[in-house]
Structures are given as C-alpha cells and as structure tokens.
C-alpha cells in the first residue's frame, strides 16, 4: 500500500470540471474476504471502462453488512455461538494497513480511479464500520470511522471518534463520507459541510424508499452531490442456516428472497435525481457531476457561510483521538 502523499494545492485551471461518478450496488460475498476483493475488482473494472472516475461501494462491502443477525443478544446471558459467529465475523474483517488494503490500493491504481469502499475494520479485537479512501495512484488518502452505530449495530462494531471525519481536497472535488444513519444526524453534516465537502458519499444499508428523502434533503442542505449506495442482497448471499440466520425472517425466506432492495442512487446539488434510485438488483449506477453545480446551489443556500448566524448557532467538534490507554515515560 503506498503511502500517504503530501498534500499538493488543486489547481483550479487544470481541474476537471466535470467527473464521472459510479455507485456499486452489490453483495458481499460474506465470511469470503479474498473472493469479495476479487468481486470488488470486477465491478471497478467495469465501472473504469465506462470512464469512471470515482468508484464508491457501499457500507462494510468488504467483510459484511450482518443483517439480520443479532449475534445471540441476550441481556445477561452469554451465548457460545453467537460468540463463535462473531469469531467468524472478525476473521471477515481487514486491518487498516494490511494486504487487504494494499489490494484496494492496487486496484484503484490499475484502473486509475478514486475509490471509495466500506470495510469491516478490526483494531485489536474490536471492530468498526469504515470507509477508506484511495487515489487513481494506489495511494490510501485516509480512513472515516463510523461514530455512531444504528441500533443491533452496537452488538458488533466499537465507536469511532471525531479524529476520522476527514474531508480530501482532490482534483475532481473535495470527497468525503458519512455512514447510513449517521447522515441523520444534523451536527455531523453541519461539520462535513464546513469542511468544503462538495462530492458527499453516503454509504449505507437503509433499502426503504423512506431513505431517498434523506440523501436528497442532504444534497439541497449541503449544496452537494450525494452518492448513496447500498448492497443488493438476496438470501442465497448470505450462508445457509445453521451457519447464519436472518433471527425472525428466516422461515419467511427462500434463496431468492430479496433481503436488500438497495436504492442506490446519485443526486445533484439541486436535488434532482441524476441516476437511479435502483431497487431492482446488483448493477453500477453512473452520473456525471457537474462541479460548478456546487457554487449554483450555494448562491441560495450556504448552511456553513452567508445562510448560518454564529452569533447565535455555533458548534465545536472535538477531532482529538480519544485512547482509552495512554502511556507515559518518565525518561
């Protein structure tokens, strides 16, 4: 995996003005790490022969979204195999850096694109819901952290801290992600915003027709491009039972039952729908962006500039990495 480069200034005169974006809409291949990778090159590669220039997956792509698990959540009783299942699960996950990532590395520089891809990332024996970030050079840009996990999801992945909220000032735009629900939460989009985020991934696992408010608010809030993917998933995607089980759904269940809808779709600082929603299966969902949208949809609306009052409204983010061991040397 390259290192991270030193941070050049963008110049203007030589950016693009216009950038093709693709959102992958597809299944991980679960507790199969190497052949989800594999899959994931696939799909970059057919989205670059289309001219893609940005390739965002959807969230924890790489090591499973679990859905409708609940690892034998009872309060105050352990349970075996739920504790051997999320063995398996935390052996699905990646460390940040690893051969996992120099693959992802790899891939975004044969194909020449920006990648964006969720990750179930392990650190010692905790794990947390990702998103790293990578240039058409192979060079790994940084990491976003999920910091607050839905719900179930708490079961499973550690809290991320405000450290990893990075926004990237690239060529083809200022690129950064907020994961699924975390994208309802208005301080967290107010800090993006005053970042200069101006491409808005939103990776995600919400398949509800409900959510395509959320992303398209986002977008006219934040005078932003909002690319939201999530897996299509079936149930013959995920291992059979006794192996894994969907808890209540199972017995509704047959191979073919669609267990994610998806809904992946890209939206214009406007808020026009420039490709999908796609609720139909797996499949790339492609847009060309318009970078000088972004400065027609802030002449309206600049939440963080001349539309804010921090005479009244202001808000502090602590971007300190909160460690629950420090060590010190009296040396």
Known sequence: MASVPT???KDEAAAPTTIRATVVQAA???YDTPATLDKAERLVAEAASNGAQLVVFPEAFIGGY??????GATIGHFNATAAEQFRKYYDSAINIPGP??????SIAE???VYLVMGVIER???TLYCS???FDPQGCYLGKRRKFMPSTAERIVWGFGDGSTTPVFDTPIGKLGAVICWENKMPLLRTAMYAKGIEIYCAPNADDREVWQPTVRHIAIEGGVFVLSACQFCLRRDFPAPPEYSLAEWENELQPDSVVSAGGSVIVAPSGEVLAGPNFEGEGLITADLDLKDVARAKFSFDAVGHYSRP???NLIVNERAMKPVSFTSHK
Not at 66 to 71: E, I, K, Q, T, V
Not at 100 to 105: I, N, V, Y
């Open 7 to 9: 941070p050049t200034v």
């Open 28 to 30: 991980t291949v679960f």
């Open 66 to 71: 679990p859905r409708g698990s609940n690892f």
């Open 100 to 105: 996992e990532m120099d693959r992802l590395a």
């Open 110 to 112: 044969n194909y020449k």
């Open 123 to 125: 650190e010692g024996y």
């Open 131 to 133: 998103v790293v970030f």
């Open 311 to 313: 005479d009244i409204l």
